[in-house]
């Protein structure tokens, strides 16, 4: 009886919305926030136009995130899947490193920010390609993930 109540509270934590896995959910919003934040962050080189980033550096926070709530959404399913655990391993250490990166990208920006440090040329550019490293390896673990499921 203890085990059945313990699959059916993982059940519970696991499929939330829809009788959809959580994390399916949750996997959208990091893709989307890094690929449209690099996109600000690009456009805010591209015209010269400093306040830009401001979109920018906050849909990155956005973005590290929810990357966090889809790694630990991620790895809960993980083990409830019958999917080989060298595939699952894969797919988890790339939006690991993803997240990673999305999280220091967050605080160096938020750090930035935090010191009145004005737009300095050299940080926009160091965020445009960060952020475009971000964005990368966000589509990199997406495509992973959906051959994860769909082969």
């Given at each position: 009886m203890k085990r059945a109540a313990g699959c059916a509270l993982n059940r519970l934590s696991i499929d939330i919305m829809f009788d959809i896995p959580l994390h399916k959910l949750i996997i959208h919003f990091p893709i989307a926030l890094a690929i449209v934040a690099f996109f600000y962050d690009g456009w805010a080189?591209?015209?010269k136009r400093p306040e830009m980033h401001d979109t920018g550096y906050g849909l990155t926070l956005w973005?590290?995130?929810?990357?966090?709530?889809?790694?630990?959404?991620?790895?809960?399913?993980?083990?409830?899947?019958?999917?080989?655990?060298?595939?699952?391993?894969?797919?988890?250490?790339?939006?690991?490193?993803?997240?990673a990166t999305l999280v220091a990208l967050g605080m160096w920006r938020y750090s930035s920010r935090s010191r009145q440090e004005g737009p300095d040329e050299n940080y926009m550019i160091v965020w445009l390609i960060m952020g475009g490293?971000?964005?990368?390896?966000?589509?990199?673990t997406a495509i992973a993930g959906h051959r994860l499921m769909f082969g």
């Open positions: 080189v591209y015209s973005a590290a995130v929810t990357a966090l709530f889809a790694i630990v959404t991620g790895l809960q399913i993980a083990g409830l899947g019958g999917i080989s655990k060298g595939a699952i391993t894969g797919h988890a250490l790339l939006g690991m490193f993803t997240t490293l971000a964005a990368v390896l966000v589509v990199a």
